[in-house]
């Protein structure tokens, strides 16, 4: 009763589809960190993160995916656009987030990516397990999270409500060092 391993040149239709959402995943996220509108980012951030939630329906981990879609698109995409309204960054294009090392990041990025690229591969190239529901069933992901994972699950929170404080601090005005009211012409 052992199942066969499927070649590599006829993929199923679960993988075809894991393969496309993955390619909008990396291509979103490319958009993230090359426009140059903050908002825009954030809005390929969220098609990101959709694109991220797909792949775990595909991997069927129900569970993550919609914690997936609730926690990051829900809640860490809001605080991201709170943070870039409460702080006035310019919302249009701006030419102070360009840093003139493109060239240099793309070098990076690639040689990085080679790398990983090549582990994995290296790593895995005669794994292959089939795709059987239950895997991400909230009891088992529950007890790992709260007992294994508790740690930087919690060191996450503290440091989400780090970013949230700082940036009203930094919104606020009668603050010393906080952006000054603007002036209007009157007598």
């Known amino acids: 009763m052992t199942e066969a391993v499927p070649s590599y040149l006829s993929p199923t239709g679960q993988e075809?589809?894991?393969?496309?959402?993955?390619?909008?995943?990396?291509?979103?996220?490319?958009?993230v960190v090359t426009t140059r509108q903050?908002?825009?980012?954030?809005?390929?951030?969220?098609?990101?993160f959709g694109a991220l939630a797909g792949g775990y329906l595909v991997l069927?981990?129900?569970?993550?995916?919609?914690?997936?879609?609730?926690?990051y698109v829900g809640a860490v995409v809001v605080l991201l656009l709170f943070g870039i309204?409460?702080?006035?960054?310019?919302?249009?294009?701006?030419?102070?987030?360009?840093?003139?090392?493109?060239?240099?990041?793309?070098?990076?990025?690639?040689?990085?990516?080679?790398?990983?690229?090549t582990m994995v591969i290296d790593g895995f190239h005669t794994a292959y397990t089939p795709?059987?529901?239950?895997?991400?069933?909230?009891?088992?992901?529950?007890?790992?999270?709260f007992s294994t994972w508790v740690l930087p699950f919690e060191a996450l929170s503290v440091l989400l409500l780090a970013a949230l404080i700082g940036a009203i601090v930094l919104s606020r005005t009668d603050i010393p060092g906080g952006s000054p009211p603007e002036q209007t012409g009157g007598s």
């Open 16 to 31: 075809i589809v894991f393969l496309l959402l993955g390619a909008v995943a990396v291509g979103s996220a490319l958009l």
């Open 131 to 145: 795709l059987r529901p239950g895997s991400g069933a909230a009891k088992e992901l529950g007890a790992s999270v």
């Open 38 to 48: 903050l908002v825009h980012a954030a809005l390929w951030l969220v098609v990101s």
């Open 60 to 71: 069927t981990a129900e569970f993550v995916a919609w914690v997936q879609v609730l926690i």
């Open 85 to 117: 309204m409460l702080t006035r960054a310019p919302i249009g294009r701006s030419a102070d987030l360009d840093s003139g090392n493109r060239w240099a990041a793309a070098v990076v990025a690639v040689a990085t990516a080679a790398v990983l690229v």
